[in-house]
Each structure stands twice: as structure tokens, then as C-alpha cells.
Nanobody, 115 residues
């Protein structure tokens, strides 16, 4: 069973930055893609960013130009650098890893952006 452990969430003022990290219990080279999803109170979970094993990235329109996803396969870790944060970015952020047809999620880390 793959385990994903997120860290880096917290409280930040609007315009600030945070970097989320997610470390997998297995070699991340085995994952076809890794990424981040988020869920705000009362809203559906949405995909924020994804990165494939070959390094191709994709972002939600709402975060393009502000967030950057990267992965370090040596450390089996995926990162989400979040800049110019807005109050609407407030949510629980979940790491996700795709291994073939199977997906795994972490427990989530809270990000709160104050106005």
C-alpha cells in the first residue's frame, strides 16, 4: 500500500507564498503521474496541478502563473510552490499519485490564506 505524506501547509496572508511537499513510501519512478488536488469547504474537490513521469505539467486555470509543480524522483517527493496566494486558495490540499489504474491520496494539509 502506497503512503503519501504531505507537509508545508499553514496560514499565510494574501500575496504570500507556501511550498507543499509530498513524500511517497515507494520509489516515485513507479508513478505515471503525481499531483495535487484541493477541496474547499462546501465545494467539490478539484485538480490543482499534475506532473507526469516524463515531467509534463498541467495546471488548473485558476492557478496558472502562480503555482508550480515539480518532482524529485530521487527523494520520491512532489512539490507545489504556491505564490501570490489568494483567499480563494484556502482549502485542504491532497497529494495524489497514479500507479497504473490505481490512485493513492495523502491525508491532506490545510492551507489558509487570510485577506
Amino acid at each position: 500500500q502506497v503512503q503519501l505524506v504531505e507537509s508545508g501547509g499553514g496560514l499565510v496572508q494574501a500575496g504570500g507564498s507556501l511550498r507543499l511537499s509530498c513524500t511517497a513510501s515507494e520509489n516515485s519512478l513507479g508513478f505515471t503521474a503525481m499531483g495535487w488536488e484541493r477541496q474547499a469547504p462546501g465545494k467539490q474537490r478539484e485538480v490543482v496541478a499534475r506532473i507526469t513521469s516524463s515531467g509534463i505539467t498541467d495546471y488548473a486555470d485558476s492557478v496558472k502563473g502562480r503555482f508550480a509543480i515539480s518532482r524529485d524522483n530521487v527523494k520520491s517527493t512532489v512539490y507545489l510552490q504556491m505564490n501570490s496566494l489568494k483567499p480563494e486558495d484556502t482549502a485542504v490540499y491532497y497529494c495524489v499519485a497514479d500507479q497504473g489504474w490505481q490512485s493513492y491520496w495523502g491525508q491532506g494539509t490545510q492551507v489558509t490564506v487570510s485577506s
